[in-house]
């Protein structure tokens, strides 16, 4: 069953995140919030010439918000600013409308039965929502809201 390894996938990274930590030379940092869940998570980028260098991420919340997080930092890494946004609207479009699943979102395929459960949808976009926020340098705190 498919379902079931993305289960799986998604308990892994929740139980161990990947990038889990802060970093003392980003460039761009952003805080999100969640306020239906309460998960918290403060990001840290490196953009180097336009390409994220290195993404990392520190924060308290459910499983879904944290294995995301984790999944959208490793795919992070390599990929130029306008990539990041790229994937950031196909994340968003795959847990929000039925358009098919495409390959180019690698392992984030994994969250699309999130869609099933409307209220976790912003626990698995919160990492994305803060990720805008660090990229284009905003000031405010992300929310989901
Ligand atoms: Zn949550």
Same mark, same amino acid.
């Given at each position: 069953?498919?379902?079931?390894?993305?289960?799986?996938?998604?308990?892994?990274? #929740?139980?161990? +995140?990947?990038? $889990?930590? %802060?970093?003392?030379?980003?460039?761009?940092?952003?805080?999100?919030?969640? +306020?239906?869940?309460?998960?918290?998570?403060?990001?840290?980028?490196?953009? &180097?010439?336009?390409?994220?260098?290195?993404?990392?991420?520190?924060? #308290?919340?459910?499983?879904?918000?944290?294995?995301s997080a984790?999944l959208m930092t490793e795919s992070l890494?390599?990929?130029?600013?306008?990539?990041?946004?790229?994937?950031?609207?196909?994340?968003?479009?795959?847990?929000?409308?039925?358009? +098919?699943?495409?390959? &180019?979102?690698?392992?984030?395929?994994?969250? $699309?039965?999130?869609?099933?459960?409307?209220?976790?949808?912003? $626990?698995?976009?919160?990492a994305w929502? %803060?990720l805008? #926020?660090?990229?284009?340098?905003?000031?405010? +705190?992300?929310?989901? &809201?």
């Open positions: 069953m498919v379902d079931d390894l993305y289960q799986e996938i998604i308990l892994d990274h #929740s139980k161990r +995140p990947r990038n $889990c930590h %802060t970093m003392l030379d980003a460039t761009g940092t952003a805080q999100g919030f969640n +306020p239906l869940c309460g998960d918290k998570l403060e990001l840290y980028l490196k953009v &180097e010439d336009g390409i994220v260098k290195d993404a990392s991420f520190v924060g #308290s919340g459910c499983a879904i918000s944290t294995a984790s890494k390599g990929k130029t600013r306008e990539d990041a946004l790229q994937m950031l609207e196909k994340f968003h479009d795959l847990l929000t409308t039925d358009s +098919p699943v495409t390959s &180019e979102l690698g392992k984030l395929v994994v969250f $699309c039965g999130v869609k099933d459960y409307p209220a976790r949808v912003k $626990c698995a976009t919160l929502h %803060t805008k #926020s660090a990229l284009t340098n905003s000031d405010e +705190p992300a929310t989901t &809201e």
